[in-house]
């Protein structure tokens, strides 16, 4: 069983922030439009929600050193909020 310390979570982090950047990249390539209420954006959401997750689980010493990284958490929670509960409104 793997340690679940800041090198776990960052892992998992990477993991998240890749699968969200390369299904817009396929987006993308693909002239395709995320739009409200279907599987792709749907997914993209849940990647975003799974990030913030990870994000939340890191330890304050390891924020305390990296005080940008810890401002873009505090941002990057405010956008998973927005897309939870605020998503008719998300400009897709």
């Known amino acids: 069983m793997e340690i679940k310390d800041d090198n776990y979570y960052l892992k998992r982090i990477v993991v998240y922030i890749n699968y969200i950047l390369e299904y817009m ?7 395709l439009v995320l739009k409200p209420n279907d599987q ?12 913030k997750e990870e994000t939340s689980k890191l330890s304050d010493k390891l924020l305390d050193s990296y005080p940008y990284i810890k401002s873009s958490i505090r ?10 509960h605020d998503y008719e409104n998300v400009s897709y």
């Open 40 to 51: 792709a954006s749907d997914g993209v959401i849940y990647k975003f929600i799974q990030l």
């Open 75 to 84: 941002l990057l929670g405010g956008f998973r909020n927005r897309l939870t």
């Open 25 to 31: 990249e396929y987006i993308k390539e693909n002239n």
